[in-house]
């Protein structure tokens, strides 16, 4: 014989509804900004180090518009006359040629915008003088990060 069982339904009584509360997703939200500011400055070097190869493909650019130039010319040549823009391809860094002559040139990049973020690094510059080539760094003008530093920054 089977046994019949009762169901009692309370009336008034709302069947329990399962979910997140207003504290659990405190509680997650309040995990993710931990992790993302763990993350953010390790992600924002890894960016700063992509844009500066921006300015090393410029500069390798103008090294080779220059000697092309060179080639037809008794002198190294401006931006103009290389056929050159006066920043980088993505912009974040603008170009000068600081100085030319019959023996040399020296290209500046210099970061702007974001890039700007870059401390160590936001001045690099490409010398050639004599048939050598000097690649130089720094956080302004006088670019004059110690070898290692420079090292870091042209990513050698």
């Not at 089977?2 to 939200?29: E, H, M, N, W, Y």
């Not at 037809?72 to 823009?85: A, T």
């Amino acid at each position: 014989m089977l046994a019949r069982v009762a169901v009692s339904s309370c009336k008034g009584r709302q069947p329990r509804v399962r979910g997140f509360t207003l504290v659990d997703s405190l509680i997650a939200l309040a995990i993710a900004a931990v992790l993302s500011s763990i993350a953010y400055p390790s992600f924002e070097g890894v960016l700063l180090r992509a844009r500066r190869t921006d300015a090393l493909v410029a500069l390798m650019q103008a090294q080779l518009a220059q000697e092309r130039f060179r080639a037809d010319n008794r002198v190294y040549g401006e931006l103009v006359e290389l056929g050159l823009r006066d920043r980088s391809l993505s912009g974040h860094y603008a170009l000068q040629v600081i100085d030319r002559s019959a023996d040399g040139y020296t290209i500046a990049a210099s970061a702007i915008g974001r890039q700007a973020r870059d401390a160590g690094c936001q001045s690099l510059r490409l010398s050639v003088a004599g048939g050598s080539l000097v690649h130089a760094s720094g956080p302004d003008a006088s670019a004059s990060n110690p070898v290692d530093a420079n090292r870091l920054c042209w990513q050698q």
